[in-house]
C-alpha cells in the first residue's frame, strides 16, 4: 500500500515556542491530507483538510491562527503548532487518501513542558 | 453528516476465543467504511474497508466484517484471538468522493486473556 511519513515522531518543546511537524506522501501524491488529534484514551479528531496549493479548511472550534497547515506540494504538508501551550500537548496524526483508502502517518507525539 | 459509534470501549475476551466489535454508523449517503487498528504511540493501520459490492469484507490477520445496511452495523469479528491483537480498534466512515475525511468512532480496546 501507499506509504504516509511522518515527522518528528515526538517532540518536546517549550512553552511560547513553536512546532512543526511534517507529513509526506511517499509514493504517491496527495491533492488533499487530513490532521487529526488524539487526546489520551480518545478517538481522533478531524482538526483540519489540507489542500495542495490552497488554504486549508478547518473544522469547528479548531484556531487556524494557532495551529498553521501549509500543503506546499503534491506529497508534503506540514503543521506548526504556534505559541505551544501544555494544553497543546496531545498525538497528532495526518492521513492522505488515495482512491477510497486513507493512509495514516506513525503520528507525532508532543509534549509542551 | 456521518457519525459512527462503537459499542463498549472496552472487551476482554480469552485467547482463542471469537471476537466480535460493534459499530454502527449513520449516513446520508452510501458510506465507505473501514475498521483500523492502533498500537500505543503508533498511527492507524487499516485493517478492512467496504465501498461496494460484496457485503462481506475479509481483512488482514484473520479479521473480516460484514457490511448490513439494514441495521447500519459494520461489526468486526475474527474467529480465534490471539495476544497480539490487543490493541485499540476504530471503526470510520468517510462519504463516496476521493480524498473525503473519515469520522472516527470513540475506539474499542480489546484485551486478550491468556
Known amino acids: 500500500g501507499a506509504v504516509v511519513s511522518q515527522h518528528p515522531s515526538w517532540v518536546i518543546c517549550k512553552s511560547g515556542t513553536s512546532v512543526k511537524i511534517e507529513c509526506r506522501s511517499l509514493?504517491?501524491?496527495?491533492?488533499?491530507m487530513f490532521w487529526y488529534r488524539q487526546f489520551p484514551k480518545q478517538s481522533l479528531m478531524l482538526m483540519a483538510t489540507?489542500?495542495?496549493?490552497?488554504?486549508?479548511?478547518?473544522e469547528q472550534g479548531v484556531e487556524k491562527d494557532k495551529f498553521l497547515i501549509n500543503h506546499a506540494s503534491l506529497t508534503l504538508s506540514t503543521l506548526t503548532v504556534t505559541s505551544a501551550h501544555p494544553e497543546d500537548s496531545s498525538f497528532y496524526i495526518c492521513s492522505a487518501s488515495l482512491w477510497a483508502e486513507a493512509f495514516f502517518g506513525q503520528g507525532t507525539r508532543l509534549t509542551v513542558v | 453528516a456521518q457519525s459512527v459509534t462503537q459499542l463498549g470501549s472496552h472487551v476482554s475476551v480469552s485467547e482463542g476465543a471469537l471476537v466480535l466489535l460493534r459499530c454502527n454508523y449513520s449516513?446520508?449517503?452510501?458510506?465507505?467504511l473501514f475498521w483500523y487498528v492502533q498500537y500505543p504511540n503508533q498511527g492507524l493501520q487499516l485493517l478492512l474497508k467496504y465501498t461496494t459490492g460484496a457485503t462481506l469484507v475479509k481483512g488482514i490477520n484473520g479479521f473480516e466484517a460484514e457490511f448490513k445496511k439494514s441495521e447500519t452495523s459494520f461489526h468486526l469479528t475474527k474467529p480465534s484471538a490471539h495476544m497480539s491483537d490487543a490493541a485499540e480498534y476504530f471503526c470510520?466512515?468517510?462519504?463516496?468522493?476521493?480524498?473525503?475525511?473519515?469520522?472516527f468512532g470513540a475506539g474499542t480496546i480489546l484485551r486478550v486473556k491468556s
Open positions: 509514493d504517491f501524491q496527495a491533492t488533499t
Open positions: 449516513s446520508s449517503v452510501p458510506p465507505y
Open positions: 489540507s489542500n495542495e496549493g490552497s488554504k486549508a479548511t478547518y
Open positions: 470510520a466512515v468517510s462519504v463516496r468522493e476521493y480524498g473525503n475525511k473519515l469520522v
